[in-house]
């Protein structure tokens, strides 16, 4: 099990990574004339353009998500602890997002969206924090160590958009709130995308040395018998 475990999970996670990422793009690219994205919020686009790429794409996220968490952890990679809880707070948090949708725009919360912009929060900073935190592990690991910076840099960004987007949401009364979440976004999934990119390498590097190591073994009992 731990086997299938590492050897598929990089690939999950790397593909459910591109399917969000081109799926939402791709929703948002000949948006509807009335819908501002510049000032809507991913989910509150979401509602209003009810196709269910945007839910799709976040729910696939959040699947893609624990299936890098579990190649992580099956790979000896140094996220046990904090980091782990809050990658996994991070998952659940974008597939209940998906899963429960927030009010259309103009109408007031009622419980479901109260609970979609609760979970929207919490997968907001979970995935920025638990990146700061990676960040020493990673640096002191020779295996990730390679991508320690980027994961700092795009860690920082993240946290810098955390800032700015809560500003936006309270006084500055919602100007570019769009923009702001959407670049956000994009620092958290280019975190993702490196930490199941290096995962992704680490995987295929062993099984290529288990490929060339395989017949030179053999060989070496054959000489022997």
């Not at 050897?7 to 990574?17: E, G, K, N, Q, Y």
């Not at 893609?64 to 782990?84: D, I, K, M, N, Q």
């Not at 996994?88 to 429960?100: I, K, P």
């Amino acid at each position: 099990m731990t086997a299938a475990v590492k050897r598929l999970s990089p690939w999950i996670a790397c593909a459910a990574i591109l399917f969000s990422v081109v799926a939402v793009v791709a929703g948002q690219l000949v948006p509807d004339q009335r819908l501002d994205l510049v000032n809507i919020t991913v989910s509150e686009y979401a509602v209003a353009d009810r196709g269910g790429v945007t839910e799709t794409a976040m729910a696939v996220l959040g699947i893609g998500s624990l299936a890098l968490l579990l190649g992580l952890r099956a790979s000896g990679a140094p996220v046990r602890g904090w980091p782990e809880r809050l990658l996994m707070v991070w998952s659940g948090a974008l597939v209940v997002a998906a899963a429960v949708p927030t009010t259309p725009i103009g109408q007031d919360l009622d419980l479901t969206a109260q609970i979609h912009r609760c979970a929207s929060v919490a997968a907001f900073v979970s995935l920025p924090a638990a990146g700061a935190l990676l960040v020493p592990r990673l640096a002191s690991d020779a295996r990730w160590k390679p991508v320690a910076r980027a994961v700092e840099w795009v860690s920082l960004a993240g946290g810098f958009g955390l800032l700015a987007i809560t500003y936006v949401a309270l006084p500055g009364e919602r100007v570019m709130i769009g923009l702001v979440e959407r670049l956000l976004l994009g620092a958290e999934v280019a975190l993702l995308a490196v930490l199941a990119g290096r995962l992704l390498v680490l995987t295929w590097q062993r099984s290529t040395r288990k490929a060339i190591n395989f017949p030179t073994y053999h060989g070496f009992i054959a000489s022997r018998s």
